[in-house]
């Protein structure tokens, strides 16, 4: 008996992706080259004005903290956890930059202002989280930071998964 | 959160404030594996490209998030539990495309 039916419906799916891929990645290589560092400023500019709408509605200040709660002497009604995380990733052409940045050592600013939006970005869907959740601050907010390449080392995909929780508390 | 959980306080800090630990009643963990289909993990790989966040894997670590938390809730319950304090989470890559989270904390009876 042969098999040689299976090799075909394996191997043709796999031929395409790898036909596309290559006429694919360029173009996109090229499109992530122009438009990523725009892309990049024009997503910390809409943070930083949805920080801005909750520092609004927190009344000027921002209720996470990583105090423990020794603070609170009375007044608690609930508390519960509250979390939020992203998966974020530089584009190729950003990833370039970093590589050759990398070469001459020193400090890496293009990783730095990736992963800083990231964690702003994590913090601020924990800021609108608990915003529809009701609680009035979080305590003991905590921050991970955990690489995110699922193929390993050699994974396509480099990214990190910025992952911020904490204990909400709501005053009666 | 509270669609999870009902009837039971999950915190990270030491103590509930307002309440009082009466009994303590062990650790208690949950975790599970998740893979992202096939097909979304090649779209996020393309994503990746471009850059920023890409929104297949978020979903998947919230999903997965929420699972764990929930088999440690109701491992806490089995055992008469009323609160978990103290809870952390812990991420690891297992193998090309699945990652395993882990949920856990300190079960406890409070008044």
Redesign the interface.
């Known amino acids: 008996m042969d098999f040689w039916w299976i090799a075909i419906i394996v191997g043709a799916p796999l031929a395409a992706?790898g036909i596309i891929w290559t006429i694919?990645?360029p173009l996109?290589?090229l499109?992530?080259a122009l438009?990523?560092e725009r892309?990049?400023v024009k997503?910390q500019a809409a943070l930083v004005d949805r920080e801005m709408k909750s520092l609004e509605h927190f009344r000027g200040s921002d209720p996470l903290s990583s105090l423990?709660?020794e603070h609170?002497i009375?007044?608690?009604?609930?508390?519960?956890?509250?979390?939020a995380?992203?998966?974020?990733?530089?584009?190729?052409?950003?990833q370039l930059i970093g590589w050759f940045a990398n070469l001459f050592g020193g400090r890496i600013e293009i990783y730095h202002r990736?992963i800083a939006l990231a964690r702003a970005?994590a913090m601020q869907r924990l800021r609108e989280r608990m915003q529809s959740?009701g609680w009035d601050d979080i305590?003991?907010v905590?921050i991970?930071t955990?690489?995110?390449?699922?193929?390993?080392v050699k994974?396509?995909?480099?990214?990190v998964?910025v992952?911020a929780?904490?204990?909400?508390?709501r005053f009666g | 959160?509270?669609h999870i959980?009902s009837g039971i306080?999950?915190?990270?800090?030491?103590?509930?404030?307002?309440k009082m630990i009466v009994q303590n009643l062990g650790v208690v963990g949950g975790s599970t594996v998740r893979a992202?289909h096939f097909g979304k993990?090649?779209f996020?790989?393309?994503k990746?490209?471009?850059?920023?966040?890409?929104?297949a894997?978020?979903e998947l670590?919230?999903e997965s998030?929420n699972e764990a938390?929930g088999r440690m809730v109701s491992d806490a319950v089995a055992r008469g539990a009323n609160a978990v304090v103290n809870?952390r989470?812990a991420?690891s890559?297992i193998s090309?495309?699945?990652?395993e989270l882990f949920a856990y904390g300190t079960a406890v009876k409070v008044e």
Not at chain 1, 85 to 94: K, L
């Open positions: 992706f694919a990645y996109m290589f499109y992530a438009t990523s892309n990049l997503s423990k709660g609170i009375a007044g608690v009604e609930a508390s519960g956890l509250v979390y995380s992203i998966v974020f990733g530089p584009s190729a052409w950003h990736v970005e959740e305590l003991n905590r991970d955990a690489e995110m390449s699922p193929g390993g994974s396509s995909i480099n990214a998964e992952f929780y904490g204990t909400g508390v | 959160m509270e959980v306080i999950v915190v990270n800090t030491e103590t509930i404030a307002g992202k993990d090649i996020a790989s393309l990746n490209v471009v850059g920023g966040e890409l929104k894997y978020t670590l919230e998030r938390i809870v989470f991420t890559a090309a495309g699945a990652a």
